[in-house]
């Protein structure tokens, strides 16, 4: 358990959340300003950086999981500093892996060695923030307005907490 990460919410963190509808295909993923400045600057403190992200879309049928794939693949193309993904497909209360619930992380954690506790999650829904402290990782939320929050510390960009982590170590 030696490694530390910092898991990433997908949908209103790396990319634009289209509010209401789901990220479909790659016209409808659009990367966020300086979101790659914020992972390389992640990566050269050493964090592994782990995508984990709902995507019931698949579960209701409005997109395949292959549809999902072309959208993965592509983000990491642009992305490559992003070392793995999780996603899950479920409806909401049929499973262990859809956040607020951890069976993400553990999975990551299992596969590579992860000390939660050396590690932060950030996400701009309180269920990435319930997913994370539950699991024993610092939180940060980043807020489109001014939301209530149990998070650690708040942002309005990815690349603001770039800060906040080199401090809070
Ligand atoms: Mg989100
Ligand atoms: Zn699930």
């Not at 709902?54 to 992003?82: F, R, S, W």
């Not at 992380?105 to 050396?118: G, S, V």
């Not at 269920?127 to 998070?151: F, M, P, Q, Y």
């Amino acid at each position: 358990m030696n490694n530390k990460a910092i898991f990433l919410d997908r949908d209103g963190v790396i990319n634009k959340r289209l509010i209401g509808d789901y990220v479909k295909n790659i016209e409808e993923f659009e990367i966020l300003p300086k979101v790659k400045d914020a992972l390389i600057e992640f990566k050269k403190m050493g964090y592994l950086l782990i995508v984990i992200t709902n995507q019931q879309g698949i579960a209701k049928g409005v997109m395949t999981e292959d549809d999902l794939k072309v959208v993965h693949e592509y983000m990491l193309k642009q992305l490559p500093e992003i070392d793995d993904i999780y996603y899950c497909p479920h409806l909401d209360g049929t499973c262990d892996c859809r956040k607020p619930k951890n069976g993400m992380l553990l999975k990551a954690k299992e596969k590579w060695n992860i000390d939660f506790n050396k590690s932060w999650m950030i996400g701009d829904s309180e269920s990435d923030i319930i997913c994370g402290r539950s699991s024993g990782c610092k939180t940060i939320r980043i807020l489109h307005n001014n939301e209530d929050t149990e998070a650690d510390f708040v942002t309005k960009s990815l690349f603001e907490c770039v800060e906040i982590i080199k401090n809070n170590k």
